[in-house]
């Protein structure tokens, strides 16, 4: 299986994230990536190439131009108001209140294109975005003309990435933007279904009144867990849409085994939909190890993983999403695309 990868995802180099009430570094590092290049040497799934670049079209078919603009223009923009520290929103068009205007300041617009508070902007955080969808294009890219499986290393990942706004580690939603791609390409429905811990909250947005994408999701209960205002079971879809969003909650703790079991659903509803093209984000940060969520996965059960996955089978792309546990991101990776060759 190709691995895509682009040196440029290290770009960003975000010093700060808002945690627990406190400026930590950030969970989402560069280090992550340099696990996961290690371990794919190490296994010898197959080559790792750098994607072309594809430009703005791809990105502006999912999401909002006046968004991407600002992502584009926010870290000079904050230099030039003189801020010290780096770009974080703290203040938002308030639920009660006029929710549609934006403001000419970017400390106004920040709230405007943000959905949390965590994630801050700095130099490279444009560049390492635009990279990262080219990761995901480039793997959708391969797997579309040869039909064999592709892995994209994405960093920064993308699945909160909404049609406009920013959060959660995200900024383009690299899942969306290369099913997108597939469907212009000529497939007729692509299912994304996304195993991270964390509810795709934005790629539910972006595809929810439509019924050419499929998006199923196993994540912890939003009830208790970031992204908290998304990913219940009764949202099923709207309009066209009705039957094509599929929400797995979760509870914190939940045993392997019914994860796999709620995976077999899963698999079951994507083989019904007549997909013609998988696309999985893949988080590993449902990895009993990791720092900021809470299912109980070991190293080999992501093995079992890729191998269930495999069954569907479909033209596959795998794309990087969450993983905090940077010491075993490599092993946990790699088990799954080596479960999904077997
Ligand atoms: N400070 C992804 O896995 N905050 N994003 C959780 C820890 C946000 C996770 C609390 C978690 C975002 C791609
Ligand atoms: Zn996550």
Redesign the pocket.
Known sequence: MLTFYSEDSRLRQART?L??GALVTP?ECPERLDLVLKHLHQSGLGDIRTPSAYGLAPVLAVHDKEYVTFLANCWQEWQAAGHEGEAIPNIWPARTMRGDRIPRSVSGQLGYYAL?A?TSISAGTFEAAMASKDVALGAVEHTLQTGEPSFGLCRP?G??AAFDQFG???FFNNAAIAAQRALDAGKRRVAILDV???HGNGTQQIFYKRDDVLFISLHGDPEVT?PYYLGYADENGEGPGKGFNVNYPLPPGTSVTRWMATLELALAQIKAAECECLIVSL?V?IFEGDP?SAFTFTSEDFTALGEHLAQVGLPSVFLM??GYAVDEIGVNVVNVLQGFEQ
């Open positions: 994230e945690h627990d969970f949390a965590e990942p699945h909160h959660g580690y995200c991270d811990f964390h970031f988080g940060d900021i999403e969450g």
